[in-house]
């Protein structure tokens, strides 16, 4: 097995006025090329924060995160947004579209960032078409569901045919029957284009569909 990503010993704290806050206390992890990993925990036992710092989003206080045995946080900034706009796709809870742009143009975005896409376009509907909104390109994301936002922000991160994508608790703003709805549109395209991910859930359920199932407690992996 190729490993596609690995931590070491990533500590984070957070600085509120004069007291300080220790999230991550030293966690270590590998994932491996084509895995899809879950990562459940308490609500504030610092999952979100261990997904960014994995991203390449967020610089932690100490360890090293090493992306095909490349430290993400030894590159420059600008090396780092190059690393995370070609390698990376992210997927939030609160979905994170841009409300001017229409779901094609929220799509294709990502593109932008990263030459030799020849038609981002096309792409974009391939995508959107892919995650069942083939029939409501042109709308605009405030015209559609909450799981039909989420499809869409599933299809951009996509777009740039990520090696590895995070998702951040994506079904936590929807009902349960929507939620699944889109997980298996997530799983069916990440398992057919053997992209590895990293899923951060609430769901036991959810967290059962991954390859491995992993909990953050008391600032640790285990
Ligand atoms: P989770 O995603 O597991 O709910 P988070 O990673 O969002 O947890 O947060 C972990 C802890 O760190 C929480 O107690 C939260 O309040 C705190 N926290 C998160 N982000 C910040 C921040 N930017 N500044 C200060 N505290 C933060
Ligand atoms: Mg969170």
New binding site residues.
Partial sequence: MNKILTAENIERT?K?GQTS?R?LKGVSLDVNEGETVSIM?E???????LLHVLGGLDTPKSGNVKFRGQSVYGMSAGKRAKFRAEKVGFVFQSFHLLPELDIVENVALPSMAKRGETDPVARAKELLTEVGLGERIGHRPAELSGGERQRVAIARALMNDPEIVFADEPTGNLDSKTGEKVLNYLFQLVETRRHTLVLVTHSKEVASRCSRELFLKDGLLV
């Fill in positions: 957070y509120i806050l999230v925990g609500s504030g036992s610092g999952k979100s924060t």
